[in-house]
């Protein structure tokens, strides 16, 4: 890698900046990438993985392998702290890198609306890590049920509540039904996981608010045929580890997931650049801060309008639009020029899974739902996997699943018992060599 080119600095190795930085391959440029993990997500699937359907290394690619091709291109496994926007440096902590251009993609965390404290009792859903403890937590839930000496005890551990009516918490609550319905119906002896209760609670009037109401309508009836009982209307006001409070009426369960809302992460701080609520950097039409033309904000950290003045959605398809823009923005500078156009979003459609055989679509003029939408959706996801062998393991597993209704990666990882149940974890010491 040269260090004569102009310095481009990208933060954050998602959706957004990874296009950024695959679009800047053949420039003068030298690319600099930073994350503070080695591995590129495909956040889509990551609720297969929360569900046990699939294994993390399916959803994730080493950002190094994906870019080794780019010879002008770097990559920096660490944490950036802020941005010296007078200096044009980014800090790790007291290391210091200089840019002639930075984009910062840094994306989105969790969103409890004030009530931090609900974080530990209901995990949300946007790391491995993420996926991992909320995998471990539903498998423990049956394991659990296995060992409860009362009814009451094991119907709590039975029930699932998912928070959040968007497709995340949609393809989660459709997923949880299934595993208890079909894979794990013959696993037990002393229960019928097929007891389960799924709730998703939605504050809102309708499932899946951003589709058109009558898919909306369709995905709720789906759900509700596949054993999912949909709560509408009602917010959650209290969360703790035994249970949740909704519209006044106390709801026991040992396992909750969030899937309401996400803030920005501190991006927009770091450059002191106006913020919406969510803490979303607001941007001009060509996606930088006031005052910064070299300043790029992009993906989720970025509050970014259409052309018609409506948001720019929080889809992995966005995010790669502007990935791809900012890429040629940058491109334009480096030759001396300045792209004319504003950024301008196509819409690429919406999907939301339900479970087997069920989706929905919304193309705009076109709507799809049941077993077409399903079928779109698992086309249009293993397409965009990152790597050959990710997609190849993936369809492979799903094969297997839609045949079987196996789960391929049913582990539960880290400690097998939970202590909050009120049992003590014994670990064995290891034998002394002899």
């Known amino acids: 890698m040269s260090n004569d080119g102009p310095r481009v600095v990208i933060v954050g190795a998602g959706f957004a900046g990874l296009a950024t930085a695959k679009a800047l391959a053949h420039t003068a440029a030298n690319v600099t990438l930073i994350d503070r993990r080695n591995y590129h997500l495909f956040q889509p699937l990551l609720y ?5 359907g699939l294994s993390p290394a399916q959803v994730a690619a080493p950002i190094r392998a994906i870019v080794r091709a ?14 010296d926007l007078a200096r044009q440096e980014v800090l790790l902590g007291a290391q210091r890198i200089s840019y002639n251009y930075l984009v910062l993609a840094t994306g989105a965390r969790h969103s409890y609306f004030g009530h931090d404290e609900w974080e530990r009792f209901a995990p949300g859903l ?5 996926a991992i403890e909320i995998r471990r937590r539903i498998l423990l839930a049956f394991e659990r049920a296995e060992e409860a000496t009362d009814q009451i005890t094991r119907n709590a551990l039975l029930t699932f509540v998912v928070i959040g009516g968007g497709p995340t918490g949609v393809e989660l609550a459709g997923k949880i039904i299934e595993i208890a319905r079909h894979a794990l119906v013959k696993d037990f002896r002393n229960f019928d996981p097929s007891i389960a209760r799924v709730l998703l609670i939605e504050a809102g009037a309708r499932l899946l608010p951003t589709f058109p109401p009558e898919l909306s309508m369709e995905a709720q009836k789906r759900l509700e045929k596949l054993g999912v009982e949909a709560m509408l209307g009602r917010p959650v006001t209290e969360c703790d580890a035994e249970g949740v409070v909704v ?12 899937a309401a809302g996400v803030a920005a992460s501190p991006a927009a701080l770091w450059v002191g650049s106006p913020a919406d609520r969510a803490g979303r950097a607001i941007v001009g039409p060509k996606l930088t801060i006031p005052n910064h033309d070299n300043v790029f904000v992009i993906g989720d950290t970025a ?3 259409r052309r018609d003045g409506t948001s720019v959605p929080g889809l992995a398809t966005a995010a790669k639009q502007e990935g791809a823009y900012v890429a040629k923005a ?9 792209i004319l156009e504003p950024f301008g979003y196509r819409n690429m459609g919406s ?10 679509i919304d193309f705009g003029v076109v709507r799809l739902a049941g077993f077409p939408a399903w079928l779109l959706w698992s086309i249009a996801h293993i397409y965009f996997l990152v790597g050959f062998r990710n997609r ?4 492979a597993d799903w094969i297997w699943t839609y045949l079987t209704y196996e789960r391929a990666a049913r582990l539960i990882t880290g400690d097998s018992v939970d202590p909050d149940a009120g049992h003590e974890i014994i670990r064995v010491p290891a034998a002394s060599a002899k």
């Open 48 to 52: 297969q993985v929360a569900t046990a």
């Open 70 to 83: 780019q010879k002008n291109t770097k990559v920096l496994l660490d944490e950036v702290t802020g941005v």
């Open 126 to 130: 946007k790391s491995l890590d993420d």
């Open 247 to 258: 519209g006044g009426l106390r709801v026991p369960t040992h396992t909750i997931v969030w």
């Open 303 to 305: 509050s970014a309008k």
């Open 330 to 338: 940058i491109k334009a500078k480096l030759a001396g020029s300045e």
């Open 351 to 360: 999907l939301a899974t339900i479970g087997r055989n069920a989706a929905v």
């Open 392 to 395: 190849f393991i993936a369809t």
